[in-house]
């Protein structure tokens, strides 16, 4: 295992967002059964608060939430029944944050307390910000779900923190197609949706970002966010494989390292850290895709570049080849995201 990382059998998650999943599942007639079959997760494990399970068990249970579940649309479902207080001491902090953008920061630095396997930023775009979600997990159907529960839980979480229903993103974009339950994103969001984008993301007004926060307490906050410290520095500073070499891709954008380079990076063979990739369900060919995706959508939203210059940004000298690596990875042509870019 490569130092400084997680994997899906060291114990990080709290029993808080299972048990709402288990919730979720039962509320629409799923039995507990078929949701905790092959979890190992039993009864007395989710009645501890202080009782840590796999990510591997975490998997296990998403899926059979998701082949159980009488829609497709369990993600959103997911998103909007997680509270606050299912964040342990973390969401004790971010209740007594000054503001929205405060305990977004705040957030940002302790996230790993709930949830490993994702990564969110803030970034600032003049008048508005992006929120937007990096998930380190490579199976397709369990990262929609995942970027449900993201934009709903947000959103969700921001109106009760705030006390205000305008506490809500200007829009909603999600990096996958529109999906046959895609009217249920627009009543559960009061603004536009957009589907096929670079990343998930929601775009928020920056002051909607200075709200104040309905239960903010100075004290108490700086008490919560020490315990934060504490838990995390007994947890050691763990990041996902995944992580750990997007990273490294994102800070040679069109000049991509081989693998060799990127295990040397990471001080460890190319063979452990091949083994380590696959341990996730994935490779380093799969993530250099996902990331020359990303930024190829990217330059074809936001950008007049022909599809030759884009193809160099993003490591192919040949455009054919590009063309079809793009229908590879988003089963559409470049021209798809270029015609819809507005």
Known sequence: MIRGTWSLTDPLVPVNIPATMLKVGEDKGVSRDDLLKNTGISAEVLD?????????????????????????????????????????????????????????????????????????????LGDTSAVRLTSHIPFDHIYRMICD??????????????GRYDAQPIEVHLNHPEPEYAARYREF???????????????????????????????????????????????????????????????????????????????????????????????????????????AIEYLRSSNLPIEEIAALVGYSDPSNFRKAFRRWTQNAPSYYREGKS
């Open 48 to 124: 501890d608060p202080s009782a840590r399970l796999t990510y591997q068990q975490l998997l296990f249970l998403a899926e059979n939430l998701i082949r159980n579940y009488p829609d497709d649309s369990v993600g959103l479902d997911l998103g909007a029944a997680i509270n606050i207080n299912q964040f342990g001491m973390l969401g004790y902090a971010i209740l007594s944050c000054a503001d929205l953008r405060s305990a977004l920061q705040l957030g940002i630095k302790y996230h790993t307390l709930v949830d490993p396997a994702f990564t969110f930023e803030v970034m600032n």
């Open 189 to 295: 969001f009061d603004c536009t949706v957009k589907f096929d984008q670079p990343r998930t993301e929601f775009i928020i007004d920056n002051t909607v970002l200075d709200f104040k926060l309905v239960m903010a307490d100075k004290a108490t906050a700086a008490m919560a966010e020490s315990q934060c410290e504490e838990i995390l520095a007994r947890m050691g500073p763990k990041e996902g494989v995944i992580a750990k070499v997007r990273r490294i891709l994102l800070s040679n954008p069109g000049h991509f390292p081989p693998v060799d380079d990127v295990a040397s990076q990471l001080a460890t063979s190319t063979r452990t850290l091949s083994r380590s990739l696959q341990d996730v369900g994935t490779s380093y060919q799969r993530i250099l895709d996902e990331v020359r995706k990303e930024m």
């Open 149 to 162: 529960v993201f934009v709903a839980s947000f959103s969700t979480l921001a109106r009760f923190l705030t």
